[in-house]
Structure formats: C-alpha cells, structure tokens
C-alpha cells in the first residue's frame, strides 16, 4: 500500500486547511468571547445597566406577590426569534432552582408557598429569551422569602 | 477510546431511543434550552478552557485530526474488498426500504413540528408549532403561522408516499424559506433538512407507498441521480462542519455545561478534552461525507453519536429523525446512488 494516493489528497487537504485556520483563528475569537452567545444577550458597555430592585409581601389571603423596580430596563410582551443586545424583555422568576413564571410585567403573583425558605431569583432576559448580560455578570436579584409555619 | 465507546453504545442505543420515543412524555430540550436555571448562572460565569484559547494545543489537536484523517483514508483501503462483498445487498434493502425509512423520519419531524409536538424546554406541548425544530417558533414571526398548515400537508403525503418527490421538493423550498423567516440562526439546520429533502425527490415513494400503488413512482430526470446524492451528502457534510465550527468550537462552554448536564460519563478526561475531540470528529466526519470519503462508516458512527448524545442527554431522539433518515440510507447506499429494483419490491412480491 502507498502512503498516500491521489484520490486522498483532496479530503486530506480541505482537513488540514480547516482546521490549520481554524487553529490560527479561533483562540483569539474564544480568548474575547467567553461566554456563549446562543445563551447569554451582552449589552454593550456604553449603555447604562439594568439594576433590579426586588420586594415580596403576602397578601391578606397568605398568597405573596413579588414586585421588581428595574431601571434602565422596558419590559415588553413582545418576544423574538433573534434580539437586538438592547435592555428590552421579560424577567425569568426561579423559585428555589427551578423557573416558575416569565414576567412580562413587574408585579408577579407566586402564589401560596409552602413553609420554610424559599430562594427567588429574577433574571433578565432579552426578547429571545436569551439571560441578559451586563459588565458584571449576569443580571440577576436573589431574595429569601421565609415563610413561617401556620399556628 | 472516547469515539470507539461512543460508536459501539450508540449502535445499542438506537433501538432503546427510538422505543423510548414511542412512550408519551414532554419532549424534552434541545441545546441551551436543557440547562436549569443555577447551569445558566454557572455558564455566566464558566472560564473558557485554555485548551480553546491556545494555539499551540489547537494546532496540534489540528495535526492529529488530519493523522486521523490519514488512518481512517487508509482504513478505507482496507475496508474496500469487505464493503465490495455487502454493498449489493446493503443497496438491495436500501432501495427497499430507505424510501419508507426517509418518509417516516420526515414525517414524523414534520408533523409534530406542524402540531407543536416538538416545542422547546419551558413551552408546553401541543401549544406553539414550530419550522422544523424546536428553537423556530412560528409564534415569534407574525404572518408565518400558515407554514405549520404545509407542514402537516407535506406530513401526511410522506407518510402515505403520495406525491412524494413533490413533497420532497416542498422540504427543500421550506428549509430555504426558513432562512429569510428566521435569520441566521436557521442557518444551523437549513442544510440536515435540505439534503433529506433531495434525497426524498430522488427516491421517491418507494415501497408500501401510494405513488408506488398507482404507479407514479418513476424516476425523476431532470437531474443526474449521482449529482442528487452527492450534493445530499455535502450539505449533509457541511452542516455538521457548521455547527462543530460555530456551536462547539466557539462555544464550548456550553458544550461543556450541557455534558455536564447530562453527567455523562468521561471515562478519565476532562469535559474540555472531550469538547475538543467531538469538535475534531464532527468536522472530520462533515468534510468526510463532503468528500464522499468512507461514507458508510461515517453514517454508523453518527448514527452513533447522535443516539448517544440522546441517551445521556435525556433528549427525543424525535429532534433528529431528519439525520437518522439520512444516515441509515447513506449507510445502506454508500457513495453511489443505485436502484437495484424498479420493480415491485420483494415484500410487494410477497404480499401478491
């Protein structure tokens, strides 16, 4: 057998020259580009960034109700397929790890909760749904909710 | 190690995914979508792994990519005479069978894709029809929602094999309207869907298949059925050339969360080894399939992966009907598209 035949240069060649370049070119792009872009909606620096403020409080009926004061932050019903890095969306509401409600407005209604502590988080997040990212991470409010054990 | 373990548990795997498919559950998610909400806040914050970052470590990965890519050509040699001795039969139930495997793959993704029956993590079933795939809600396109409707048209022709190289050609012309509809991020599957989509229009119906029943399952000349096939196996190529470049290679700390996600098993390497080696052998075996270089084993090893990616991931293996159709006749078929039978097939024989 012959080291090498015609016919294997070519897939051997389109190979090496993808993946040489690829090689050359993709530790820089990576080296700038930490984070995934199909996940997280980074906005630009020169825009000023979304603080989020974050009360709950039980109504008369024991059902408690999370309210968040965004500044610098529009939030819209309307979603996209691909979204501009702009401070336009909803907020994702996590209850203890797992998402409970997309909040398209900032009063959000979770409800009855069960006694004991409750981690609720909102995450900003961009018309495609994409988390939103500012120049300190993501953009995100955490409380704890403790709610006591009926008398 | 990696790859031999994958390819020999993927070939066990396919009978249990596909009859896992059939129990009813939520379809569960794709990609970035099966990750909870704490894998999200961690992903924010993963650090890139400097073997993604170093030229050194990515041009050697480089040079034993095309090694591999060497060995595998010559593997091919040796390969040749065994191959020579299956191949009339593997095209004998290629030509039988392919044609209905190609239309009920399709089918399927279409139908439920037309029903909503494929919806992403966080979306219930049966509540938001999607083009093709999960991540293209149709919702999120206003005027487009018609599109579900030829969906479920061209569902039920593939699934009774009535009109189906029509059909086949209406696949085509969707994955291209996908593109203008969806943007770049369809640029991701336009190509998996294009290629079954030629495929079909070159096949046909095929056995048990309405156009077979009423004779309308000649054989399309208006191009070289060799110029079909090979181009279906290009845009095949290509599209998994694309995602290793633009999912993996420049994103791998997603890749990294998900196989974390799914706890899969590293067998002694880090997640960020195992990325770049699924990166490698994706782009391999695209340029491979675009080469028309070791077709058959190529297909069996994605059939393979995919099946094995399903299996730790959680995933419905109903996300990927489109190469799994692929796949199996590319294996079934090889480089070279021929029919062996014109005629009735022997199943049809027997049935007379």
């Given at each position: 057998m012959k080291w090498l035949n015609l016919s294997q240069i070519g897939p051997i060649a389109m190979v090496a020259g993808l993946l040489g370049s690829l090689a050359v070119g993709a530790p820089s792009y990576n080296a700038q580009n930490t984070i995934p872009r199909s996940v997280f909606l980074t906005l630009p620096t020169d825009l000023p960034e979304p603080k989020i403020e974050m009360t709950a409080s039980q109504g008369p009926s024991g059902a408690w109700q999370l309210r968040l004061d965004v500044s610098d932050f529009q939030f819209t019903t309307l979603c996209v397929n691909s979204a501009q890095p702009v401070p336009i969306g909803h907020a994702h509401i996590i209850r203890d790890g797992v998402k409970i409600a997309s909040a398209y407005y900032p009063i959000i209604d979770l409800g009855h909760l069960v006694p004991g502590r409750h981690r609720i988080s909102a995450v900003l997040r961009g018309q495609d749904h994409r988390a939103m990212v500012g120049a300190d991470g993501l953009l995100q409010m955490d409380i704890i909710i403790w709610v006591p054990k009926q008398a | 190690m990696f790859f031999q373990t994958t390819y020999k548990t993927g070939l066990t795997a396919l009978p249990m995914t596909i009859a896992a498919s059939?129990?009813?559950?939520?379809?569960t998610a794709h990609e970035a979508w099966l990750l909870t909400p704490d894998e999200i806040t961690a992903l924010a914050t993963a650090p890139m792994p400097a073997i993604f970052t170093s030229s050194l470590i990515l041009g050697l990965a480089a040079g034993i990519g095309c090694a591999g890519t060497v060995a595998a050509l010559h593997f091919e040699e040796f390969l040749r005479p065994y191959e020579k001795r299956v191949a009339p039969a593997l095209k004998n139930m290629g030509s039988q069978i392919g044609p209905a495997v190609m239309r009920i793959a399709l089918a399927a993704m279409l139908g439920l894709a037309g029903l909503g029956g494929?919806?992403?993590?966080?979306t219930a079933l049966w509540v938001e029809p999607t083009?093709?795939?999960?991540?293209?809600?149709?919702?999120?396109?206003?005027?487009?929602?018609w599109v579900a409707a030829c969906q479920l048209v061209m569902a039920v022709l593939l699934l009774v094999g009535l009109m189906t190289r029509i059909t086949g050609l209406g696949l085509i012309g969707l994955s291209i309207l996908g593109l203008p509809i969806f943007?770049?991020?369809?640029l991701a599957y336009a190509p998996h869907f294009i290629a079954p989509g030629l495929i079909i229009a070159l096949i046909g119906?095929?056995?048990?298949?309405l156009d077979r029943l009423l004779s309308l399952h000649r054989q399309a000349t208006i191009l070289d059925p060799q110029i079909i096939w090979r181009l279906a196996q290009i845009l095949v190529g290509a599209g998994f050339v694309y995602l290793a470049v633009m999912?993996?290679?420049?994103q791998p700390t997603l890749l990294i969360a998900i196989l974390q996600h799914g706890d899969m098993p590293t067998f002694g390497l880090s997640f960020a080894l195992i990325a770049l080696i699924m990166t490698g052998v994706e782009i391999i075996c695209g340029i491979l399939l675009m080469t028309g270089r070791l077709i058959r084993p190529v297909s069996l090893v994605i059939i393979g992966a995919i099946s094995f990616l399903a299996l730790t991931l959680g995933e419905t293996p109903l996300f990927h009907t489109n190469l799994y159709g692929c796949m199996i006749l590319f294996a079934l078929m090889g480089r070279t598209w021929s029919v062996t039978?014109?005629?009735?097939?022997s199943y049809e024989r027997a049935l007379a």
């Open positions: - | 059939l129990t009813p559950q939520v379809a494929l919806p992403r993590h966080g083009l093709l795939v999960p991540d293209m809600q149709l919702s999120l396109v206003p005027g487009w929602e943007g770049a991020p369809f119906g095929g056995t048990f298949s999912y993996k290679l420049t039978n014109e005629g009735p097939s």
